[in-house]
T-cell receptor
Framework: DAGITQSPRHKVTETGTPVTLRCHQT?????MYWYRQDPGHGLRLIHY???????DKGEVSDGYSVSRSKTEDFLLTLESATSSQTSVYFC???????????FGSGTRLTVV | GDSVTQMEGPVTLSEEAFLTINCTYT??????LFWYVQYPGEGLQLLLK?????DKGSNKGFEATYRKETTSFHLEKGSVQVSDSAVYFC????????????FGGGTRLMVKP
């Protein structure tokens, strides 16, 4: 969506390798989120950020870490990728309040 | 805690049929309510929202009314098109939870010509 981009769009990686996904925004929004989407599980929150260097865990944070050194970038790292982390990953941004979220187009990650 | 329950899909309709996707919620305080739509291969897009009781959100022919007495926010459209085929997510944000969104499980809509 306008103002938020995710990279890469697609990635295939091997089990045990580290992987970093990037979310970049141009809206200067305070809040950023990482979700994964899997069939039968809907959207599940991995990590979120409420400001530079301020992050917290979501419901499925094991095996993932995040960093936010600038307002515009929120990185998701799979420290040692496993097949169970094969998924579609979405980043979202929010200005807070009742504005809701704007989502990126997603990254399809396959761990082989 | 807060929760959102949507009717399970898939919902299969013929073109020009009337659509209702049910959504009920549990929340403390006064949440805002949202409908998001996800087309194949894309991210979620905000479809409509309502921020207080009795508000009606509308967009692209879709409507939903915030009903506090029944804790519901059902999505309706009078005449669906094939291009409406997508997954629809109901969500709420509560000031008591830092305005973080809580999503329902999604409902897949399939519209046949």
């Amino acid at each position: 969506d306008a103002g938020i981009t995710q990279s890469p769009r697609h990635k295939v990686t091997e089990t045990g390798t580290p992987v970093t996904l990037r979310c970049h925004q141009t809206e200067n929004h305070r809040y950023m989120y990482w979700y994964r989407q899997d069939p039968g599980h809907g959207l599940r929150l991995i990590h979120y950020s409420y400001g530079v260097k301020d992050t917290d865990k979501g419901e499925v944070s094991d095996g993932y870490s995040v960093s936010r050194s600038k307002t515009e970038d929120f990185l998701l790292t799979l420290e040692s990728a496993t097949s169970s982390q094969t998924s579609v990953y979405f980043c979202a941004i929010s200005a807070g309040g009742n504005y809701g979220y704007t989502f990126g187009s997603g990254t399809r990650l396959t761990v082989v | 805690g807060d929760s959102v329950t949507q009717m399970e899909g898939p919902v299969t309709l013929s073109e020009e049929a009337f659509l209702t996707i049910n959504c009920t919620y549990t929340a403390t305080g006064y949440p805002s309510l949202f409908w998001y739509v996800q087309y194949p291969g894309e991210g979620l897009q905000l479809l409509l929202k309502a921020t207080k009781a009795d508000d009606k959100g509308s967009n692209k022919g879709f409507e939903a009314t915030y009903r506090k007495e029944t804790t519901s926010f059902h999505l309706e459209k009078g005449s669906v098109q094939v291009s409406d085929s997508a997954v629809y997510f109901c969500a709420l944000s509560s000031p008591n939870a830092g305005n973080m969104l809580t999503f329902g499980g999604g409902t897949r809509l399939m519209v046949k010509p």
